[in-house]
Each structure stands twice: as C-alpha cells, then as structure tokens.
C-alpha cells in the first residue's frame, strides 16, 4: 500500500505541478526616464501591458529598447494623456515598431492644430485610428484584479488647455493605489477636489513634471502618498522642478524619487503580503 501511495503522489506531482516562485508574478510600474517627458510602463501579473505616455519625439526609440529588453513585442493598451509633445511624441516611433491592441486619449479637439501644424495632423493619422477610443472622466478599464479609474477630464471639457485635461487615472490592484496625473495644473486639481472623490494613493506620479502651476498642498494633502515619482529631465529648459514643490513634499514627508537622478523607476507591488510595495533604481542617463 505504500508503494501505492508513493505511486499517486508521484503522478499528481507531474499532472498538476505546484508553480516555483518564480513563476509568480508581480505588478510592476516603470517609471521610465526618457529625459524630457513621461512613460509610464505597467505590467499586469497577468501579463497585459499598458504604456501611459511615450516620452517625447526622440524618445520614441529608447521607449522600444527598453520595452524589448522586457520581453515585450505588443502592448495592450496604450494610454495618452494629453497631446503636449513630450507625452504623445514617442508614439510616432512606437506605433510603427510594436503591435498595439488599443489607444486612447483624452479626445481633445486638434483642429486647429492639425491646420497649422504637420506634427499633430500625422498624430491624427497615426494615433486616432481604427484601434482608438476616448478615455474620459467615470471610464474605467479593468485588467484582471487591476482596475485603472478614469477621474479626469470630464467630456465636455469644462477647462481651457491640454495640461488643465490631462488625463487622471488612479491604478488600484488590492488595497495599492496610485494616482497618475499626466500634467494636470491647479486649477484641475481644485476641480477634481470639489468633486470630493477619494484620491488617497500609495503613490503619486508628481503633476507637471514638478512645475509650480500644479502640486498643489491642498492636493498633496488629499492623495497623502508615502511616494512621490518625478518625471524630468535634467537642466529643465523650464526650470522645472520648481523648488516651492519639492519643498512642499519635504514638508508633508513624502519619498520622493526623480528619473532626472534616479534613472528609471520600477515599484514592483507585493499583494497580500506585509511588505506592499519596493522601489528599485535603474540608473540610466537621461
């Protein structure tokens, strides 16, 4: 009978293996430095990618490499915040180089643009194809146990300017957060504000690439993260970041790490564990 019993063991172990540990996979959020800009890589544990923002016209490239690096040929989602160059001009490369399932946007109106400007009416072209949606404030898109909330812009717009309707999603996967705000200024944050919506995060991807005209103390307050993520690059022709906001966060005791020093950021969450989330440096020149 113990011949028996060692025998069935035997052949459940092949028939139904239990997977190594390595085998189990992770949220991960790449924080990628692409100099001037935003990328955001986020790779589900199921295995979908989504790529929020692409960096600007000659980051495209280094986008991709870091992409094929991490044994990713297709993306699922692509996600643009708003169509200021240093988010949206990667995609020109990208999109010709990787197969994408579907795109969004935030739907604003580039007419005008288009007219004048050849860069936005090939973006049109490229980007606002057959695979391509709007994404607009109450959307959500669920991925898995991982659920991207959609909190900003309504559609009508009510505000004036691309940053002002940047996209605002929250990514929530178990009792983890994070805000991601493209570069919503402060008078989108007074919106999204009144509008009394929980925007408690783990982590916050910094509005603006730190300018003065967004992080407001009142917002950081209301997200209250543990983390902050500054996308820039350095000797910022614009001065970002500005010091009144890294001041504010030092303030309010928040982490903070920066792609203009730290290089690409990956935050690689821990469900269900008492160790939430770490952050790990990949120090790369911007």
């Not at 200021?84 to 643009?113: C, P, R, S, W």
């Not at 898109?141 to 309707?165: D, E, Q, T, Y």
């Not at 970002?240 to 906001?245: F, L, N």
Request: glycine share 6%.
């Amino acid at each position: 009978m113990r011949k028996i019993y060692i025998i069935i063991i035997f052949i459940l172990l092949i028939l139904c293996p239990i997977p190594a540990f390595g085998d189990v996979k992770n949220l991960r959020i790449h924080f990628l430095n692409v100099g001037e800009g935003d990328s955001i890589l986020i790779e589900t544990p199921e295995g979908e990618n989504i790529l929020v923002d692409t960096g600007n016209l000659i980051s495209g490239y280094k986008v991709v490499k870091y992409l094929k690096q991490n044994k990713i040929q297709v993306l699922d989602y692509l996600i643009l915040t708003h169509p200021d160059l240093d988010h949206i001009g990667g995609a020109f490369f990208i999109l010709q180089m990787l197969e994408v399932k579907n795109i969004y946007d935030n739907g604003q109106d580039l007419t005008g643009l288009a007219k004048y400007s050849d860069t936005y009416r090939w973006y049109e072209e490229l980007v606002r194809n057959k695979n391509y949606k709007i994404l607009k404030a109450k959307d959500t898109l669920s991925l898995g146990n991982i659920i991207l909330r959609v909190l900003w812009p309504p559609k009508p717009f009510i505000l004036s300017g691309s940053n002002a309707n940047s996209l605002v999603i929250m990514l929530e996967y178990e009792k983890f957060r994070c805000l991601l705000t493209g570069d919503l200024t402060i008078i989108g944050e007074r919106e999204i504000l009144e509008e009394k919506i929980d925007l408690k995060a783990d982590v916050l991807k910094i509005g603006h690439h730190g300018a003065n005209d967004a992080n407001s103390e009142e917002f950081l307050m209301a997200v209250a993260p543990k983390t902050a993520i500054l996308s820039v690059n350095r000797a910022n022709i614009r001065g970002y970041p500005a010091e009144e906001v890294i001041s504010r966060l030092r303030k309010l005791g928040i982490q903070l790490y920066r792609t203009d020093e730290d290089g690409d950021i990956i935050l690689t969450l821990y469900p269900s564990t008492d160790k939430e989330f770490e952050i790990k440096i990949n120090k790369t020149k911007g």
